[in-house]
């Protein structure tokens, strides 16, 4: 079945470090895939997302390439701070599944000053 | 724009008591979606409809949750009677129909059976 996995947290970074988050996804057919943060006491907010193979999404930092070869979306950020710390979510959409979207576990980041 | 508004923030229950969730989608949004979030998993899909419609519910144990929307805008969730294993938080997030993949979510409910 569609799955998502994602390595495991915690991870702790110090401020400015480079961040990568791996993702990798099992799906049938060609879904579009998501990476949403979750900052403490908040809830789910979209980071960034990717429609289509080799398509790369962007934001604040941010980026992720739709790498259909190897069915990954990695997170990276090339200087971390302290304020990403925050529980970061793989996701995969299904639109012929009414966008339904499949989870991964999340992991968590701390970012040290 | 305002975005997707839930209610109450926390809940504390005994085991075998009710429970009830409300949701108030983004203004439009014709597609809303129930997630269950236990501690340290990622949201899993509950329920999911189209204006009033369902679309899915495999996921949503039918002998004790229930959901409605009956007039295609908000949204309630209903536990009853509440094992300990529903202790999570509920997601409801929303989505329009012409973007029906990206999904903005609520700030979720914590419900904590004891």
Sequence with gaps: GDSVTQMEGPVTLSEEAFLTINCTYTATGYPSLFWY???????????????????????????????????????????????????YFCALGLYNQGGKLIFGQGTELSVKP | EAGVAQSPRYKIIEKRQSVAFWCNPISGHATLYWYQQILGQGPKLLIQFQNNGVVDDSQLPKDRFSAERLK??????????????????????????????????GPGTRLLVL
């Design chain 1, 37 to 87: 943060v979750q900052y403490p006491g908040e809830g789910l907010q979209l980071l960034l997302k990717a429609t289509k193979a080799d398509d790369k999404g962007s934001n604040k930092g941010f980026e992720a390439t739709y790498r259909k070869e190897t069915t990954s979306f990695h997170l990276e950020k090339g200087s971390v701070q302290v304020s990403d710390s925050a529980v």
């Design chain 2, 72 to 105: 295609g805008v908000d949204s309630t969730l209903k536990i009853q009677p509440a094992k300990l294993e529903d202790s999570a938080v509920y997601l409801c997030a929303s989505s329009s129909i012409s973007n029906v993949e990206t999904q903005y979510f």
